[in-house]
């Protein structure tokens, strides 16, 4: 899987929540507390206030939207991540989580909670052990499995240091 070079990776603005909840209600199966209308709502407030907050990026090609990740600079936590079905195996939630990456503080662990990947629909460890994550331990969400993983400070940061991920 290489680095797709059409991707552009920018941060999350206001008018990008249509496209991101969009996004959002294609790969909704994939995520447990997606399958209602009150879960949703509460997912669009939660990227709203992201991207508020500059703790959002999305990947666009070719002017579409392709894959968004929502973090916490805070908590030093990856909220959601997500690529688009026609877009994935192509470098997009690399490029996404790097961009995150760059924004975190890198004196401390970054945490994760990923659903494992049984069916194929789930996320893919690879993707996370790639970039210096482990599984710390599983848990049980709403009912089903979740890795809680960790990317210990000691691991580095690739790109930029964490004052200046977004331009002003």
């Not at 999350?12 to 909704?28: G, I």
């Not at 401390?108 to 993707?127: F, I, N, S």
Request: with cysteine.
């Amino acid at each position: 899987m290489g680095m797709d070079r059409q991707v552009e990776i920018r941060p999350a603005a206001p008018q990008d929540l249509d496209a991101w909840m969009e996004l959002v209600d294609q790969v909704r199966w994939s995520f447990p507390s997606l399958d209602t209308e009150e879960g949703l709502t509460h997912c669009r407030r939660m990227i709203y206030q992201g991207i508020l907050n500059k703790n959002a990026f999305c990947a666009w090609y070719r002017g579409k939207l392709a894959g968004v990740v929502l973090f916490s600079a805070g908590r030093n936590m990856l909220r959601f991540l997500a690529v688009a079905p026609g877009y994935r195996r192509r470098g997009i939630a690399t490029q996404l989580l790097n961009a995150m990456l760059a924004c975190l503080d890198p004196e401390r662990d970054v945490v994760a909670a990923v659903l494992p990947a049984g069916d194929g629909d789930g996320e893919q460890p690879g993707l996370y052990e790639s970039l210096g994550f482990y599984r710390k331990r599983t848990l049980c969400t709403l009912g089903y499995p979740v890795w809680q993983l960790v990317r210990k400070k000691q691991y580095g940061v690739p790109g930029s240091r964490r004052r200046g991920c977004f331009p002003a």
